[in-house]
């Protein structure tokens, strides 16, 4: 029985190169959002939209530094790094860290779990994106959630959560997509939100702000399906 970090050392690496001015579609690629149900064919301009979408709900500044959780290839921090931020990220496949490394020279990467994340140094805002439903229980997920809030400065951003009210969709969707999903991941299960859990943790810190939206980018299958969540201290 594989777990979901074999999964993840397997993806390959090679198609990434960096001086392709492809690179950010491979990106996207790679990172696994060449999923979604069979229906994902996301472009480098969609990405671009999802990107500008979480600054906005960020209230991102020219300064500010970004930190993610579960950063993979770079799909998300590369934009970012292009742009001008200085950026961070672990990875528990030492794989996807090592071809981050190549993109982002100068970043703060680390191979790690989740759980091993460190609070300092601080990061303006610490985001995870299509990583909290790796987590095996909600105690899991909450030891993460502290440690992120505790290392942003301003924020956070829990992106592309898989909706509890939708499971028995979702899962469908997914076994659609894939013939022999049930051996292929086998044992390896997904953990569904309520939307009510991060809004229960955004009043117990007594944060500014939380703003939920449903995933909405363009040619992704699992638009409706999941949600983002944006949390200002």
């Known amino acids: 029985m594989k777990t979901w970090k074999q999964i993840w050392e397997s ?13 950010l ?9 060449d999923g979604g149900g069979g229906d994902s064919h996301i472009t480098a301009e969609a990405w671009m939209a999802y990107i500008s979408l979480i600054k906005k709900e960020l209230s991102l500044q020219e300064k500010d530094t970004i930190f993610e959780v579960g950063c993979g290839c770079g799909a998300i921090l590369y934009p970012l790094y292009r742009s001008g931020h200085k950026v961070g990220g672990l990875d528990f496949s030492e794989t996807l860290i090592i071809k981050a490394k190549e993109l982002l020279h100068d970043a703060d990467l680390i191979a790690c ?20 439903f790796y987590f095996p229980d909600f105690e899991y997920a909450q030891l993460v959630l502290n440690k992120m809030y505790q290392k942003a400065k301003k924020g956070l951003a829990i992106l592309d959560i898989p909706d509890l009210r939708l499971k028995d969709i979702l899962e469908e969707q997914r076994r659609s997509a894939c013939p022999d999903y049930d ?8 953990l569904y939100y309520p939307k009510k859990w991060f809004l229960d943790f955004a009043e117990q810190k007594q944060c500014s702000k939380i703003a939920i939206l449903q995933q909405d980018i363009e040619n992704y299958g699992y638009n409706g399906l999941r949600f983002n969540c944006f949390i200002l201290k």
Do not use: C, W
């Not at 990106?27 to 959002?33: N, Y």
């Open 25 to 33: 579609l491979k990106l996207i690629q790679t990172d696994g959002f």
């Open 183 to 190: 051996e292929k991941y086998k044992g390896l299960m997904h």
């Open 11 to 23: 993806r390959n690496t090679e198609s990434v190169n960096i001086d392709d001015d492809q690179v």
């Open 113 to 132: 779990e989740a759980s091993n994340l460190e609070v300092l140094p601080m990061y303006d805002f610490v985001i995870a994106n299509s990583m909290f």
